[in-house]
């Protein structure tokens, strides 16, 4: 059997606000709220992926990793650069406005966060 991972709950203060972020800077489509569980705001990541939002009282910030190509990882970093969210080489400096050149999985790397804390990865050959 093979497993692939199907869906996984992203906790934060606003869920919408935390979808909507998350699918403008990837460019993903925001669809709103789910149409039977409104309490969760979906953004389909690809064909078996989906993050699903929830609003929480205290968020716990989450690390999500994304392999990317390159054309991809460009234009993401083009989109943080316009809408001047901070980025930066490692999870410790997510802010510092660099990419990593050398990530430790290959290729380069970007680090990048949300209001609610949750932590994203970009690693692109």
Avoid: C
């Avoid at 989109?79 to 410790?92: M, N």
Wanted: charged share 20%.
């Amino acid at each position: 059997m093979t497993i692939t991972l199907n869906h996984t709950i992203v906790s934060a203060a606003d869920n919408d606000e935390a979808a909507r972020f998350f699918a403008g800077v990837m460019g993903l489509e925001y669809t709103g709220p789910h149409p039977h569980a409104r309490h969760f705001v979906p953004i389909k990541v690809n064909d078996t992926l989906t993050l699903d939002y929830l609003t929480v009282a205290f968020p716990q910030g989450q690390h999500l990793a994304f392999d990317v190509d390159a054309a991809t990882f460009d234009t993401v970093v083009g989109r943080l650069d316009d809408r001047e969210i901070p980025y930066g080489d490692t999870p410790a400096r997510p802010d510092n406005g660099r990419i990593d050149p050398a990530h430790p999985l290959g290729g380069r790397g970007v680090y990048f966060s949300d209001s609610s804390g949750n932590l994203y990865e970009l690693i692109s050959p």
